[in-house]
């Protein structure tokens, strides 16, 4: 049977494991697919990471692609919605259906300029204060997959 996610979550080239596993906990109670685009700060044996994702990572559906390239072949048929404080859209503002592909960046750096650039329509963002420099990783898939979810129910 194929698995139909109703959101495809990817995380560029994330670098904090328990991050992951809380990302990935929330893509099983959700029905999401999460992917991962390597370089990974971690490796996917790290305990952190399984401790995080608890007794729910042997239901996430999950892929790790080689690099960004290898993604797009693997998801070809929508175009992907990127999140980064850079944007100006409001990530409320994006009309969201089921199948969407979620993508966020490292912990560090957020997605790289070339994407944001090659993407400006597709960009959104999650408002915060000026005093706040960025929302932890996992917070910002839940407040995000949380829209969507509400956008298509």
């Known amino acids: 049977m194929k ?12 670098e904090i494991p328990q991050n992951t596993g809380n990302i ?39 892929e790790v ?12 048929d929508r175009l992907p919605w990127f999140l980064s404080k850079k944007a100006t859209r409001l990530y409320t503002q994006a009309p969201l259906s089921r199948g969407e592909i979620l993508v966020f960046g490292c912990e560090t750096e957020g997605l790289p ?24 990783l996992a917070n910002a898939v839940a407040v995000t997959m949380f829209e969507a979810i509400r956008q298509i129910s």
């Open 3 to 14: 698995y139909d996610p109703v959101f495809h979550v990817v995380l560029y080239q994330p």
């Open 24 to 62: 990935g906990r929330t893509c099983v109670a959700l029905g999401a697919k999460l992917w991962l685009v390597k370089p990974l700060g971690f490796s996917m044996e790290e305990r952190a990471l399984r401790r995080a994702g608890l007794d729910y990572w042997q239901h996430l559906e999950w």
């Open 65 to 76: 692609a080689e690099n960004w390239e290898d993604l797009q072949q693997r998801l070809p």
């Open 113 to 136: 300029d070339w994407m944001l650039e090659a993407h400006a329509d597709r960009c959104l963002r999650i408002p915060i204060r000026d005093q706040v420099r960025s929302l932890n």
